[in-house]
């Protein structure tokens, strides 16, 4: 096994960001002599060209295109267990439970006041994010649990559990003709020519296809409806943020949606009493929307 020091892949994912050894050197706040030494260290230790520099300057070599995401991950890796480690230190410190802003509000609701019910009351500090960030700030420690979504958010390599399968409506417009509807179908919602589907990222980056407007936070998306660009779909739950401009319309053929729980494996013990607390806080919320 070859041993890598974090110092050599951040010297390298600064290069291999910039392409210019002098750009990179200002930003590391080094000397330029010494970060073209180190990188050439790692070449020899790996024994692979990472880095190709010739008169038409610098450039990843097929090698440095794969080592590069994977340089990233340790560091991220290596920053995580170091907040880890720091935030384990402090016993009475809050469990950092991450969100999507407006994303089972009521369940969350009911979570926190579980928490605070609990015979041992858990101290909960709620980090609200955009879409699909919660699974990098558990990665990289700045988050301990998080409520996400099946299968839409990235859940690899966590602990689940799972709170409440529901399904989705598709927020429009309340002037559109759309929102006079009882209920709606797929088909219906992907063909409406002058409301395309507002464009979620997917699970590992990018946008899907399409003609509707790619979505990177909820305020943005709010206005877009309101304004009569777009419309959604999302879990029912999800609309606690709804504007007095739209109106939710459940979707019948719609996949359910299944909201979790999900924390890394090694933070097991410190957020098995939320994991507890969220059980009943499920059981709740379930209990409220049983058709009666």
Same mark, same amino acid.
């Not at 989705?168 to 919602?189: C, F, G, W």
């Not at 979505?215 to 999302?234: E, K, N, P």
């Not at 933070?267 to 009666?292: F, S």
């Given at each position: 096994?070859?041993?890598?020091?974090?110092?050599?892949?951040?010297? %390298? !994912?600064?290069?291999?960001?910039?392409?210019? %050894?002098?750009?990179?050197?200002?930003?590391?706040?080094?000397?330029?002599?010494?970060?073209? #030494? $180190?990188?050439?260290?790692?070449?020899?230790?790996?024994?692979?060209?990472?880095?190709?520099?010739?008169?038409?300057?610098?450039?990843?070599?097929?090698?440095?295109?794969? %080592?590069?995401?994977?340089?990233?991950?340790?560091?991220? $890796?290596?920053?995580?267990?170091?907040?880890?480690?720091?935030?384990?230190?402090? &016993?009475?410190?809050?469990? !950092?439970?991450?969100?999507? $802003?407006?994303?089972?509000?009521?369940?969350?609701?009911?979570?926190?006041?579980?928490?605070?019910?609990?015979?041992?009351?858990?101290?909960?500090?709620?980090?609200?994010?955009?879409?699909?960030?919660? $699974?990098?700030?558990?990665?990289?420690?700045?988050?301990?649990?998080?409520?996400? @979504? #099946?299968?839409?958010?990235?859940?690899?390599? %966590?602990?689940?559990?799972?709170?409440?399968?529901?399904?989705?409506?598709?927020?429009?417009?309340?002037?559109?003709?759309?929102?006079?509807?009882?209920?709606?179908?797929?088909?219906?919602?992907?063909?409406? &020519?002058?409301?395309?589907?507002?464009?979620?990222?997917?699970?590992?980056?990018?946008? &899907?296809?399409?003609?509707?407007?790619?979505? @990177?936070?909820?305020?943005?998306?709010?206005?877009?409806?309101?304004?009569?660009?777009?419309?959604?779909?999302?879990?029912?739950?999800?609309?606690?943020?709804?504007?007095?401009?739209?109106?939710?319309?459940? !979707?019948?053929?719609? &996949?359910?949606?299944?909201?979790?729980?999900?924390?890394?494996?090694?933070?097991?013990?410190?957020?098995?009493?939320?994991? !507890?607390?969220?059980?009943?806080?499920?059981?709740?919320?379930?209990?409220? @929307?049983?058709?009666?």
């Amino acid at each position: 096994m070859v041993d890598l020091e974090t110092r050599e892949l951040r010297y %390298f !994912v600064a290069v291999a960001e910039t392409l210019h %050894f002098g750009r990179a050197a200002a930003a590391l706040g080094i000397a330029q002599p010494p970060l073209s #030494r $180190a990188i050439r260290r790692l070449e020899l230790r790996l024994g692979v060209e990472l880095l190709v520099r010739d008169r038409r300057g610098t450039r990843l070599s097929e090698a440095g295109r794969a %080592f590069l995401p994977e340089a990233r991950t340790a560091l991220d $890796a290596v920053a995580a267990a170091a907040r880890r480690a720091q935030r384990a230190a402090d &016993p009475d410190r809050p469990i !950092v439970l991450a969100t999507k $802003a407006g994303a089972s509000h009521a369940l969350l609701q009911r979570l926190l006041e579980s928490c605070d019910r609990a015979a041992e009351p858990v101290p909960v500090e709620v980090l609200l994010c955009e879409v699909g960030e919660q $699974a990098g700030l558990l990665r990289d420690g700045r988050a301990d649990i998080a409520i996400m @979504h #099946r299968p839409v958010d990235d859940l690899a390599g %966590f602990e689940t559990r799972d709170l409440l399968t529901e399904g989705q409506v598709a927020v429009v417009p309340a002037s559109h003709a759309l929102a006079a509807r009882e209920r709606l179908s797929m088909a219906e919602v992907r063909d409406v &020519p002058d409301l395309p589907m507002a464009r979620w990222p997917r699970v590992g980056g990018g946008y &899907p296809e399409g003609p509707g407007p790619e979505i @990177h936070t909820q305020s943005q998306l709010a206005q877009l409806v309101a304004l009569g660009r777009a419309l959604l779909v999302i879990p029912a739950s999800s609309r606690a943020w709804q504007w007095p401009e739209h109106v939710a319309v459940p !979707v019948v053929d719609a &996949p359910e949606i299944t909201t979790v729980l999900a924390w890394p494996p090694a933070g097991r013990e410190r957020t098995r009493r939320v994991v !507890v607390a969220a059980g009943v806080a499920a059981l709740d919320e379930a209990v409220l @929307h049983r058709p009666r």
